[in-house]
Structure formats: C-alpha cells, structure tokens
C-alpha cells in the first residue's frame, strides 16, 4: 500500500470521475470519499517512514527514455510532512465547502491539483518536478477565474503572468543543467554532483529563486497574491495559501540551496533581506486592511517571510523551524479563511468597520476564532509558537539585528490579528448581525480538526519534528561540504 503511484492515481480518477456528476450533493459526498480514500493511502507511508536521512518508497522507471527522462519519485523527512499537510487538507477545504452549491467539475479541479502537489513534494526528477508544478497551477488559475469575484478575470490573469514567468525561467535552468550531465538526464542526484562554476552557479540561482519567490511570495515578487486571495473563492484562497505556496519554500530547500550553494553564499544575504523587508512590509500594510482577506493575506506575506529567512540562514535550527512552520501555517491559515467564509456567507460583508460583537449570537465561533488567531499569533502552547520560536533561533544565529527586525512579526502580528478579533467578534452587536447563526455541525468538524492540531502540535511538536530532523542536518551537511 506503500505506493507514491496510488498517491497520485486516487485524486486523478477521482477527478476524472467527478467531471461527469453534474448533481451538486453527489459531487459534494464522491470528493470527500474521494479526499478521504487519498489521506488513508497517506497512512502506510507515515507509519512504515524510518525517520532518517533516506530517501525511501523510491519508484524509478523511465519515461521518456531518449530525453533521460524518468518517473522518479521518493519521500524523505522534507517531503513527508508536506504530503502529509495536502492530503489532510484537502478534505477539510472540500467540507467548507458543502454549503455551496458546486458541481463535479469544481472538485475535480482540486483533486487535479492535489495529484501536481503530490508530485511535486515526491518529484526527484528535474523534468517530473516542472511537470507536476504546472498540473498543480492550471487547476487553481481555473477555479479563480471561474468562480472567483466581480475582478477575477484581471486578476488571474495577473496571477498567471507572474506564475507562468517564474515558471519560464525555472524551466530553462533545469533545462541548462540537464546539458550539463555527462549521461544527459533529469535525475536529482545528477543535479547535485553537478561541479558548476560560480558565474554559472549565479543565474541558476536567479532562475529558481525568481520562480520560488513568486509562488511564496516574497516582496518584491508579492502583487498577484492579496488581489488574488480576495478575488478567488473561499477554497481556492485555502488551496492558495494552505498548501500552494509551500511549494515555494520547498522548492528552495529541495532544488535551488543544494544545486547552486555558490549562488546561494553569494545572494542568501540578498534573500534574507528582501524576507525581513516583507515581514516589515506586510505587517505594517496588514494592520491598515479593513477587507478580512486582504489582512490574512498581507499576513501571510510576513509570515512566510519569516520562513523564507529561516531557510536561507541554513542551520538546523532555521530549517526545522521552516519544516514545521510551513505546516502550521497551512494549519492556522485554512482556520482563519473558513470562520472568514462563515462570516461572509451570512453577513455578506468582510468589511471589519460593517462588522462587531459576533461574539454574542455565536460564542462557540468566538471560542474556536480566538484559539485560531493564538495559534497564528504564536502564543506558547499553540502550533505557531514552536515554529517561530526555531526560526528566530536560527535567524539570530546569522545575524542579531535580522533576528530583531524578523521578530516584528510577532509583535506586529498580534497587534493586527487581536484587532480584527475585536473588530469582528467582541463590542456591541451591530445590527445586521442580530440573526447571525452559530456554526452548523459541518462547520464545526472541520474547525475542530484545525483547532485540535493547533494545539496538539502545540502542546507535542517533537512527532513532527522528528520526521524532518535527520534529512534537514543530512542536507545542510552536504551543502556546506560544496562552499
């Protein structure tokens, strides 16, 4: 049952099946199965995982055998986690959205792009990897421009150009450094052994880090992501922001730091310091947000800009941190999106100033709200603390000062997040919420998933950190032993 194969087969049938159920309670229950079958296929594979710095459950057969190419895929201590976080996502993102009435054709879109996830985190073929981070991009430039807002047709389209650029330009590095294999293949290891110059080393670093930084995003590489989490539907902006944009930071850790680490001394300085500026950035411009999307989305900026850092300082300590934050970001972001959406979904507004006092007609919602905003703020014994807590270590490790500017995160964050809890759920009862119902029974299974991992890894991170700590120091090693 160990099989990478069935991880991406179930959401691919399963996706081919639901473009023919036009009846929206049919497609609703058949892509929860489906989701569902994916998250127990995940269970074999965390439960037989040796955590050390293996690759392990590796398939290689070749593809297309003149160009090299092969269908080479394996899970590691980096990879696990992040197929673990898809695919025990993905059913809670379709659950939010059985309130709505959405035909097959929308499910087999996030199934599609659950499969270019899957393969993504499991890809250890340079030409596999390109193929999966584009089947996992088309099926959200679709479910945006189909069912997005009033501006959604800009958007994507600003959203794709940017995308599809970095894209580009990812391409024709691997590309080049495929020329540059004496056995002319795609293989990942064939990458790594790869004795590039310095000159060389640099624009392979621009190539990967321009179409990293796109998808995670980092300032100055930012514009498409707010306009395109408001405008997108409720799911598309958790598909965004949960698990998408990890595609980024890993990118960095799998392909860019490991294949040009010369590049990387010479620039990491450079990276570090454009994820400080967006922390900055992004949290000053969060706290003027009036728009609940738009403030989880700059957010999520300085957020991921903090991992971003982590990743680039290179040390265990900011590595684990990235690892484990990336999880708990998807976590906490997936929570805040959906008591979003509940609120939207009966008020019709996500205008804070329109809003107050939901505390009163739904104080189980506040309850589970105010655990969500702790976690994202990183409060001690919820998921965010332990990842920020090891990004800082690590980040202070490179530099005392990027660590002081890096940490207005957490201040700045609870600044902005305390106030749209207060904006939003406490003070007077503003009149159009007087009716304002609490959460229904399908609401509440999927925000007690999220509140319950919030503080289970809260409380117990070391499972999670466990499964990343020997392939994270393995990696770092063996990139030092290049500069």
């Known amino acids: 049952m160990d099989n990478i194969v069935l991880l991406l087969l179930v959401p691919i049938i399963g996706a081919l099946l639901l473009t023919f159920v036009n009846q929206s309670k049919t497609a609703k229950i058949l892509a929860l199965i489906i989701s569902l079958t994916s998250l127990a296929a995940t269970v074999p594979f965390l439960v037989t995982f040796v955590p050390d710095a293996s690759m392990q459950f590796e398939q290689n057969t070749p593809w297309i055998s003149s160009l090299g190419i092969h269908f080479h895929v394996g899970i590691d201590g980096i990879s696990l986690p992040l197929v673990l976080l898809t695919n025990g996502l993905i059913p809670c993102i379709i659950l939010t959205t059985f309130k709505q009435q959405q035909k097959g054709n929308f499910y087999a879109l996030i199934l599609f792009m659950q499969a270019g996830l899957i393969l993504v985190f499991t890809a250890l073929d340079g030409f596999l990897f390109y193929v999966g981070w584009e089947i996992a991009l088309i099926p959200i430039y679709f479910i945006c421009g189909l ?18 650029s970095g894209s580009l330009l990812m391409l024709i590095a691997i590309i080049y450094l495929y020329t540059q294999v004496p056995t002319a293949n795609y293989e990942l290891s064939s990458f790594y052994e790869l004795a590039l110059d310095e000159h060389t080393q640099r624009w392979i670093f621009w190539a990967f880090f321009i179409a990293f930084a796109i998808k995670i995003p980092l300032v100055p590489f930012h514009t498409w992501q707010p306009d395109t989490y408001t405008e997108a539907p409720s799911a598309g902006t958790m598909l965004l922001s949960g698990i998408m944009l990890k595609m980024g930071v890993y990118g960095l850790i799998r392909w860019l730091i490991p294949i040009a680490p010369l590049g990387v001394n010479q620039y990491a300085y450079l990276a570090i310091l454009l994820a400080i500026i967006g922390i900055v950035y992004a949290s000053i411009i969060a706290f003027r947000q009036r728009d609940l999307k738009r403030l989880i989305a ?15 300082v290179w040390n265990v300590q900011g590595l684990q941190g990235a690892m484990i934050q990336m999880i708990n970001h998807g976590i906490s972001v997936v929570g805040l999106f959906f008591v979003i959406e509940i609120i939207e979904r009966q008020l019709d507004t996500r205008d804070i100033k329109e809003l107050g006092g939901l505390a009163k007609p739904a104080p189980i919602l506040a309850a589970i709200f105010l655990i969500i905003v702790m976690g994202a703020i990183g ?19 490179y530099s005392f000062w990027a ?6 995160t957490i201040i700045l964050g609870a600044v902005y997040m305390l106030r749209m809890y207060q904006g939003t759920m406490l003070g007077a009862t503003v009149e159009r919420a007087a009716g304002f119902k609490d959460i229904s029974e399908t609401d509440a299974l999927v925000l007690c998933v999220v509140v319950g991992l919030i503080i289970i890894i809260g409380v117990y991170p070391k499972p999670l950190l466990h499964l990343s700590e020997a392939a994270v120091t393995n990696l770092i090693e063996q990139v030092k032993l290049k500069y």
């Not at 069912?147 to 958007?155: A, Y």
């Not at 700059?298 to 680039?312: P, R, T």
């Not at 660590?403 to 207005?408: D, E, N, R, V, Y």
């Open 298 to 312: 700059y957010s999520s900026i300085a957020h991921v800009g903090l991992i971003a850092a982590g990743v680039f």
């Open 147 to 164: 069912w997005g807002g009033q501006k959604r047709i800009r958007t994507t389209l600003k959203f794709f150009i940017y995308t599809f």
């Open 403 to 408: 660590a002081l500017f890096a940490g207005l």
């Open 379 to 397: 409060l001690p014994l919820t998921n965010g603390f332990v990842g920020e807590f090891l990004l800082l270590m690590g980040v202070y490790q």
